[in-house]
């Protein structure tokens, strides 16, 4: 139950197109769910996060869409670009209740070809 | 903001050898601070949690005598793999939250090998 299951393994886009990560969850107590983005031999660095209150949230080029009702929460990454060719990974806690440890999805590893 | 560092960057050592690394929180107060251990191509597995002035919570697994972790200020965690071997080669990553303890923000992480 407390497994938070990612797809696709891997993705290749190219340069311009949307990239779309996503992520599924069965425990309902998660209240937290991060994305963070990891380059080769680097630490994971927060890219965007939501709360189950909202539905979408957007900061440049990134959107989170999370969907209550079926557990499922998106990233997208619109004009993907070259640099954003790095393994992504979602998350999930409960930090409300005292658990702030993240269950990690698989991650991503996500290519954009020029 | 919120920036963790870790040192060493990289060690190596011989195998039997005590390696200790460090995570440090710059700019805030970390009330609780995680290590996690990755290797090549996966995901992230925490391995302890641990908090200012008190023990650290290990996970199913992990060998506390084996991976000591010292929590003596709210901005600075340190771990240390006692007796290593090349099985205990792999990326260590500290992340540290605040005291909403919500976000996690990681450092960069340390590459240990073990000859």
């Known amino acids: 139950q407390q497994q938070v299951k990612q797809s696709p393994q891997s993705l290749i886009v190219q340069k311009g197109g949307i990239s779309i990560i996503n992520c599924a969850y069965e425990?309902?107590?998660?209240?937290?769910f991060p994305w963070y983005q990891q380059f080769p031999g680097k630490g994971p660095a927060l890219l965007i996060a939501?709360?189950?209150?909202?539905s979408e949230k957007k900061e440049g080029r990134f959107t989170i869409s999370f969907n209550k009702s079926a557990k499922q929460f998106s990233l997208h990454i619109m004009d993907s670009q070259p640099g954003d060719s790095a393994t992504y990974f979602c998350?999930?806690?409960?930090?409300?209740?005292?658990?702030?440890?993240?269950?990690f999805g698989t991650g991503t590893r996500l290519t954009i070809i020029p | 903001g919120a920036v963790v560092s870790q040192h060493p960057s990289w060690v190596i050592c011989k195998s039997g050898t005590s390696v200790k690394i460090e995570c440090r929180s710059l700019?805030?107060?970390?009330?609780?601070m995680f290590w996690y251990r990755q290797f090549p191509k996966q995901s992230l597995m925490l391995m302890a949690t641990?908090?200012?002035?008190?023990?650290?919570?290990?996970e199913q697994g992990v060998e506390k005598d084996k991976f000591l972790i010292n929590h003596a200020s709210l901005t600075l965690s340190t771990l240390t793999v006692t007796s290593a071997h090349p099985e205990d080669s792999s990326f260590y990553i500290c992340?540290?939250?605040?005291?909403?303890?919500?976000?996690?923000?990681f450092g960069p992480g340390t590459r240990l090998t073990v000859l």
């Open positions: 425990n309902t107590a998660f209240d937290y």
């Open positions: 998350a999930a806690s409960n930090p409300n209740f005292g658990n702030e440890k993240l269950t």
């Open positions: 939501i709360r189950p209150d909202v």
């Open positions: 700019d805030f107060q970390a009330t609780t």
């Open positions: 992340s540290a939250s605040t005291d909403r303890g919500d976000t996690q923000y």
């Open positions: 641990s908090n200012e002035g008190s023990k650290a919570t290990y």
